[in-house]
């Protein structure tokens, strides 16, 4: 039950935590009514700003086009006043009309006061036909070149947001022009230049941002706490559903609707229904999961058992293979005593030197035969292992310090590469030790005429391991099958009983044995056994 209540636990902190990850549906919620909110402020915002630039430049540009046209008006009056009537010629016309606006103070004192009337202008200039500035509403102007601006009119006409730019944040000045010129002349002797600053229609553009931003900004607030409100009230019901959800996990289910019923207040009744089809699917969930537990129990015992007869299956099909391997070994000595009677048999008549050979002869099969069932019998004896735990890395140094000097008279060098941490394992410290000290021997003697031999240990995902590394001429590719049984070897002096002893430690172990090995460059063997140590 216990265990259960941890589960179930678990499962909750993963969904919380998956939830976690996503964007619940009362943000989403609140994010989608505040960008509409902010589209449509966003859109009236525009609209009144664009109403309010147009207004101000179409003020500003008939302002400016009026002055023109007064300054314009007194500059053909006064010329007509004080110029001579007959003029000596177009070119002596146009030299009068610049002595007269150049010399003449009363024109540079009639821009000013014009200048006076309408305050939304920053100068007012007269030009000749090359640029220069004959008479300024600005002193320091007269004498220098006519400055290029932006016709007002066309910048009246451009589109709202570079106007916008260019009224917060710019200085720009713009121009509307007119041309006096002399009677039926084509073309004009004077420019009357009025200037236009952006500066003077700032302020009123930027009180009017300011105005529109503090009543958007508070607006936005306003539907951000309403919105919060409404969405917390609306989702209520929902976190009711959450929480039935989560007692129908726990196995706990209270009635909603009905006979003795306690509804939420203000509940819809929507909701109501579907908390109490809630609470029926989950009385059938937990029927359903009382059911799949009794099942799980049902299927780890059965996967107990199938455990328990695999290790028993491998167990035997070892002693198979090591039983292949008794028989064949009897087989042969049985034969060749056969051979020798029959040859007794023929010669009973013979002297007592020729019956001597066949007769030492028998005596030595029959002594290895002897050898092979003792040794068979070893090997069916069952072997009272004592378990304890066991630290792999050294056990594994104090076999390579104990075959040190073996190896060196082999010129063999002996590397041990193990973690700093123990290695540890459940197990027989001797049968181990006898294991792992089969391996390196044989690797020594396979490698004869010197190389290196690297005895390995490691830890991870719940075992642990050895690896035994040579360097000799490896295990021929026909032979590998067989390298286990016993009494096989490829060595002229081996015995052929080393590895099968390796393998049946390893097999008491719970472990595994595999190795791997490339003719001319060498074999590595590698054991794996169970972790001491278990990870929850």
Known sequence: MVVRIRLLRRKKARREVALAGRMSLRIRLVLLIVTLVTLVALALSALHLDTLINTLSE??????????????????????????????????????????????????SRLVKTMAVWPSLTEINVADQSGKILASSSERRVGMSMLRLRDFAQWTKGPIRSRLVDLLSSDANFQVMATLGIQDQP????????????????????????????????????VLLITLLATNFALRPL???????????????????????????G??????????????????????????????????????RMASQLDVASRLAAISRLTGGVAHEIKNPLNAIALRLDFLRAKLGAPEEELGKDIDVLAKEIARLDRVVKTFLDFSRPVEVHFEEVDL????????????????????????????????????????????????????????NGGSLRLATSSQNGAVSLEVADTGPGIPAAERDRVFQLYFTTKNMGSGIGLALTYRAVQLHNGTIAFDSEEGRGTTFRLEFPSAIRHV
């Open 393 to 448: 890395s050294a056990l594994t140094r104090e076999v390579a310090d104990l075959m040190t000097p073996p190896a060196r008279l082999a010129h063999v060098d002996v590397a041990v590469d193990a973690p700093k941490s123990p290695v540890m394992l459940r197990g027989d410290v001797d049968l181990l030790k006898q294991a792992v000290l089969n391996l390196v021997t044989n690797a020594i003697e396979a490698m004869g």
């Open 267 to 304: 509940a819809p009744k929507e909701f109501a229904v579907l908390e109490n089809k809630l609470n029926l699917l989950g009385q059938q969930f937990l029927g359903a999961r009382e059911n799949a537990t009794e099942l799980r129990h049902d299927v780890d015992l059965l996967l107990e």
């Open 59 to 108: 003020d500003s540009l008939d302002r400016s086009q009026r002055a023109s046209q007064e300054v314009s008006s007194f500059l053909i009056d006064y010329l007509n006043q004080h110029a001579s009537p007959t003029p000596n010629g177009t070119e002596g016309a146009k030299e009068e009309w610049y002595n007269i606006v150049s010399n003449d103070p009363e024109i540079a």
């Open 239 to 265: 976190k009711r559903i959450d929480q039935t959800i989560d007692r129908i996990v726990q196995g706990e289910f209270v009635r909603t609707t009905g006979a003795g019923s306690n509804p939420v207040r």
């Open 187 to 222: 073309i004009s002797v004077l420019s009357i230049q009025v200037v236009v600053s952006a500066v003077l229609l700032h302020d009123p553009v930027f009180q009017e941002v300011k105005w529109l931003a503090l009543v958007s900004g508070g607006s936005l607030l306003a």
